[in-house]
């Protein structure tokens, strides 16, 4: 089983639609969440961290579900420009390095 | 913002010769950074931690004697894909942690390499 589980899509939806992503993670001693956008042949880059009670930052809404070991992003009112590639990766206890799921593809179209 | 700079973004090569990539922090100094693969449509495989002065840390299957790193100061990073063939051809990204920042990464933008 991978560590960071993701649909990688790819979700096609038109604009102003809202979409969810979904992630799971195997490892109950992660501690930090974060979503990731990465668009085609670019390096990644933060999008927000998902904290326990939940965060929103504009159209976009995070939430971690630790009994689940399940992380999920929502965003509202899609853009042409929100199309890209949204990697969930969660980092564990005492380490540094960061574990990336393999991301779900979106696709907003006019 | 803290910026990362990964050089070249693009290289091209035959096989059997060796390439470097450079990863360097630009505004703030960095103890570990962290070289990542990524094969089209797949997620982000770390290779290897860089720890500034020290030896770098290799995931499990990753050859260290194939991938050479070389952190000599606190600003800089080289990862040399040594002998490279055909199949070493992918997406190569660094990444480094502010040293005295958060538990944010800040990435290089990538290097993609071609062996023919």
């Known amino acids: 089983r991978k560590e960071v589980e993701q649909d990688p899509g790819p979700f096609n939806v038109p604009e102003g639609a809202t979409v969810a992503f979904n992630c799971t993670y195997s490892n109950s001693a992660s501690q930090s969440f974060f979503w990731y956008r990465q668009d085609c042949r670019k390096e990644p880059k933060l999008l927000m961290s998902v904290y326990s009670s939940g965060n929103e930052d504009g159209r976009f809404t995070a939430q971690l579900n630790r009994a689940s070991q399940y992380i999920s992003l929502l965003i509202r009112d899609s853009k042409l420009s929100d199309s890209a590639t949204y990697l969930c990766?969660?980092?564990?206890?005492?380490?540094?390095?960061?574990?990336f799921g393999t991301g779900t593809r979106l696709l907003v179209s006019p | 913002g803290a910026v990362v700079s990964q050089h070249p973004s693009w290289v091209i090569c035959k096989s059997g010769t060796s390439v470097k990539i450079e990863c360097r922090s630009l505004d703030f100094q960095a103890t570990t950074m962290f070289w990542y693969r990524q094969f089209p449509k797949q997620s982000l495989m770390l290779m290897a931690t860089s720890n500034e002065g020290s030896k770098a840390t290799y995931e499990q299957g990753v050859e260290k004697d194939k991938f050479l790193i070389n952190h000599a100061s606190l600003t800089l990073s080289t990862l040399t894909v040594t002998s490279a063939h055909p199949e070493d051809s992918s997406f190569y990204i660094c990444?480094?942690?502010?040293?005295?920042?958060?538990?944010?990464?800040?990435f290089g933008s990538g290097t993609q390499l071609s062996v023919l």
């Open positions: 990766v969660v980092r564990s206890t005492g380490f540094q390095k960061l574990v």
């Open positions: 990444s480094a942690r502010d040293q005295g920042g958060d538990e944010k990464l800040f």
